[in-house]
């Protein structure tokens, strides 16, 4: 069974500020890595995706990958009422028939007041 | 546009009954994916397809089957209902992997309520 693990939150951020969202995951041969976001009472949607160590930059959003620690955090800049939702945190499997699904997180909510 | 269609928003049925959740997509994926989604547990995945006529079991595949008679419909089947099977179940799809993005296209669920 793959493991992958968010804070728990909520987490609660003030207009114009950066939210920290962090996962951490079990399998250290897994290659890639996604954000999903879902806002209240609608489907999850593909935010960001990261398969290289180090940053990837998307407007607002980084993503951060360190497999060596097997860890994906996502920050949001200049956070807006409008990022207030629930992220979720996916691994894709590593191996046989596993690859073509993901394993997702519980989902860390954030809300960011104005 | 990507389409990802689920055929029923909502729908309450009685303990025992069969239920069927028809899931369809029009992107000609290969992939397609049954979860359940309920407060603080998550996405749980029950079962998925990586083409017609077969099938792996997810997480969660207990009380559950699925057909896929066609690769742009994938059905979701409740043989007898239970109060805990009480949830909202989002159907997705994707391309193949390994080498494609791990994208979900996922449709807007539905909420089944047992009672």
């Known amino acids: 069974q793959k493991e992958v693990e968010q804070n728990s939150g909520p987490l609660s951020v003030p207009e114009g500020a950066i939210a920290s969202l962090n996962c951490t995951y079990s399998?250290?041969?897994?290659?890639?890595f996604f954000w999903y976001r879902q806002y209240s009472g609608k489907s999850p949607e593909l935010i960001m995706s990261?398969?290289?160590?180090g940053d990837k930059e998307d407007g607002r959003f980084t993503a951060q990958l360190n497999k060596a620690s097997q860890y994906v955090s996502l920050l949001i800049r200049d956070s807006q009422p409008s990022d207030s939702a629930t992220y979720l945190c996916?691994?894709?499997?590593?191996?046989?028939?596993?690859?073509?699904?993901?394993?997702f997180g519980r989902g860390t909510q954030l809300t960011v007041w104005p | 546009d990507v389409k990802v269609t689920q055929s029923s928003r909502y729908l309450v049925k009685r303990t025992g009954e069969k239920v069927f959740l028809e899931c369809v997509q029009d992107?000609?994926?290969?992939?397609m994916f049954w979860y359940r989604q309920d407060p603080g547990l998550g996405l749980r995945l029950i079962y998925f397809?990586?083409?017609?006529?077969?099938?792996e079991k997810g997480d969660i595949p207990e009380g559950y089957s699925v057909s896929r008679e066609k690769k742009e419909r994938f059905s979701l089947i409740l043989e007898s209902a239970s109060t805990n099977q009480t949830s909202m179940y989002l159907c997705?799809?994707?391309?193949?992997?390994?080498?494609?993005?791990?994208?979900?296209?996922f449709g807007e669920g539905s909420r089944l309520t047992v009672l």
């Open positions: 997705a799809s994707s391309p193949p992997g390994p080498l494609q993005p791990g994208e979900l296209f």
């Open positions: 399998d250290r041969v897994s290659q890639s």
């Open positions: 990261i398969y290289s160590n």
């Open positions: 996916a691994v894709r499997g590593s191996r046989g028939s596993t690859l073509g699904r993901l394993y």
């Open positions: 992107m000609d994926h290969e992939n």
């Open positions: 397809s990586y083409d017609v006529k077969m099938k």
